[in-house]
């Protein structure tokens, strides 16, 4: 693994190669691994996807150099897309429902970017519409579209699966994360299954969200606190392939806060609600390993803990649960 030992020429160098760290309160005799993505320069996962996607469409000539890209997001991907925008000499502009922590909007703005907001009761739905329409009434103005763009997938197939596998000398039983767009595991789970078929793919959501719908499982809709995870709507699950998933874990609010408070106090890890339930659903797994429910292939689980909880001190994340989830 690479670890930054020489000078980079810029910000986007230091994107990736991410510690993959043991998470101690496991099961015995199956290790489980956190990738931790607020090692990156934004402090989330998404900025591997905000340099991959916007250097493959520049070269592509998806986007003409000098042009803008709007992007809806609900802020991590704004503030990755916002890093390699302004490196890549174009203009940002981010379509957020307003439900999303403030943190990252100021963030986004501190970067250069403009940002719009869209009222909460339209879903990403209606930021995904806004951000077309925008795009339609601009000149030289492109939408990533993270929702639907498989460059999101590939950019995890490219660096975050190869760099788990390297750390692990390919010992590898078990993958499982948190599905926004899906990207994220999806990129991950293919690189894994093309090292080896019986690798175990978890994936994880809210319960209230309706990723467990797609692979034919019984689900309700509902509210959730649980933030960056979650589908409500077909649009923003287009790049989840069910074929590859042999199960979606759905994580209560309670039992992802209970988790990411406990990281904080007993582990040191300072993550937020979509890493509380990654590690909720990874253990769920350790113990279907260790009582002989789950077949891997080596007795390991890995698993991404996507940001950082300063992002979301504003809403209360290290307050008692009814507080936060009030
Ligand atoms: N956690 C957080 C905090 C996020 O912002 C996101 C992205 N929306 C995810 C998890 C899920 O990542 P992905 O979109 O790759 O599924």
């Not at 795009?135 to 950019?155: T, Y």
């Not at 797609?214 to 989840?240: A, C, M, Q, W």
Request: glycine share 10%.
């Amino acid at each position: 693994m690479t670890t930054h030992e020489r000078p980079l020429e810029s910000v986007l160098e230091t994107i990736g190669d991410t510690p993959l760290v043991r998470v101690q309160d496991g099961v015995e005799g199956v290790r489980i691994y956190a990738k931790l993505e607020s090692f990156n320069p934004g402090a989330s996962v998404k900025d591997r996807i905000g340099r991959y996607m916007l250097e493959r469409m520049l070269e592509r000539g998806d986007v003409p150099a000098g042009g803008t890209i709007i992007e809806p997001t609900a802020g991590n991907t704004g503030i990755g897309l916002a890093i390699a925008a302004e490196q890549l000499g174009l203009d940002a502009i981010f379509v957020v429902p307003e439900r999303f922590s403030v943190e990252k909007q100021q963030l986004m703005d501190a970067l250069g970017a403009e940002i719009i907001n869209t009222p909460t009761e339209d879903g990403m739905g209606g930021a995904i519409d806004r951000a077309q329409q925008l795009a339609e009434e601009l000149d030289d103005a492109v939408v990533p579209q993270q929702f639907s763009n498989p460059l999101n997938a590939e950019a995890h197939y490219a660096t975050t699966g190869p760099e788990i596998y390297e750390a692990l000398d390919d010992e590898v039983g078990a993958v499982v994360a948190g599905c926004g767009t899906a990207g994220t595991l999806m990129g991950i789970a293919r690189y894994a299954l093309e090292q080896n078929p019986d690798t175990y793919v978890g994936a994880v959501e809210p319960e209230g969200s309706l990723y467990g719908e797609v692979v034919g499982e019984d689900r309700e809709e509902d509210e959730y606190k649980i933030e960056g995870i979650g589908t409500h709507d077909p649009s923003t699950n287009e790049l989840f392939d069910p074929e590859l998933v042999d199960e979606v874990y759905a994580v209560s609010d309670r039992e992802a806060h209970d988790e990411l408070v406990r990281l904080a106090r007993e582990e040191g890890h300072l993550v937020a609600s979509s890493a509380g339930a990654a590690s909720v659903a990874a253990k769920r797994i350790a113990r279907g390993i260790a009582d002989g429910t789950i077949d891997v292939p080596h007795d390991t689980v890995v698993t991404v803990f996507p940001d950082s909880s300063e992002r979301y001190l504003s809403k209360g994340i290290y307050r008692s649960f009814d507080e936060w989830s009030s």
